[in-house]
């Protein structure tokens, strides 16, 4: 069966700091892979999505930046963290037809 | 595109009330409809889907009929429990977008004893 890990879960970071958070799926190949945030209270918003190795589609300009570097591994990062980066990051991966998505158990990010 | 409109909550029952969540969609084609749950603190689950229209999604006594004609995927509980407590997300795939799934904003549902 399927597995999909997110670590840390919980980060406190200062404004301005990096970030790397990472997301790995096991029992699958070559998964299509996605960050989402979700901010107190509010909905889900797509970051970033992935079909393959090095290949990365952003959804909304920010300064968050995804990379693959191997199959089942994802990672979102920033350079300098922002007040508004707080909230909730998910990571899912996608099966074939018809398309459905298994979500990690996210990271709760508080940037202070 | 496409969209996913859901009804907005809090939506608060007592516990063993009957439970729906309305749901309607815009989408080209033939899209997939899920649901998804999210309890407190964690990440989604897929609680149930449906692939077509007129499919019936089931799962732990939720219940959600794919209906082309009225473009909607309700969800339904005969009897809810305080368990059940969580926010509830509609979503499509396929139509327009087979790379990512349009959620709605989310149903928060709070039962009370």
Not at chain 2, 7 to 17: C, D, F, I, K
Not at chain 2, 33 to 55: I, R, S
Not at chain 2, 57 to 69: C, D, I, L, Q
Request: neutral net charge; charged residues 15%; contains cysteine.
């Amino acid at each position: 069966s399927q597995t999909i890990h997110q670590w840390p879960a919980t980060l406190v970071q200062p404004v301005g700091s990096p970030l790397s958070l990472e997301c790995t799926v096991e029992g699958t190949s070559n998964p299509n892979l996605y960050w989402y945030r979700q901010a107190a209270g509010r909905g889900l918003q797509l970051l970033f999505y992935s079909v393959g190795i090095g290949q990365i589609s952003s959804e909304v300009p920010q300064n968050l930046s995804a990379s693959r570097p191997q199959d089942r591994q994802f990672i979102l990062s920033s350079k300098k963290l922002l007040l508004s980066d707080s909230g909730f990051y998910l990571c899912a991966w996608r099966r074939d037809r018809p398309y459905e998505q298994y979500f990690g158990p996210g990271t709760r990010l508080t940037v202070t | 595109g496409n969209s996913v409109t859901q009804m907005e909550g809090p939506v608060t029952l007592s516990e063993e009330a009957f439970l729906t969540i309305n749901c309607t969609y815009t989408a080209t084609g033939y899209p997939s409809l899920f649901w998804y749950v999210q309890y407190p603190g964690e990440g989604l689950q897929l609680l149930l889907k449906a692939t077509k229209a007129d499919d019936k999604g089931s799962n732990k006594g939720f219940e959600a009929t794919y209906r082309k004609e009225t473009t909607s995927f309700h969800l339904e509980k005969g009897s809810v429990q305080v368990s059940d407590s969580a926010v509830y997300f509609c979503a499509l795939s396929g139509g327009s977008g087979y790379s990512t799934l349009t959620f709605g904003k989310g149903t928060m549902l709070l039962v009370s004893p």
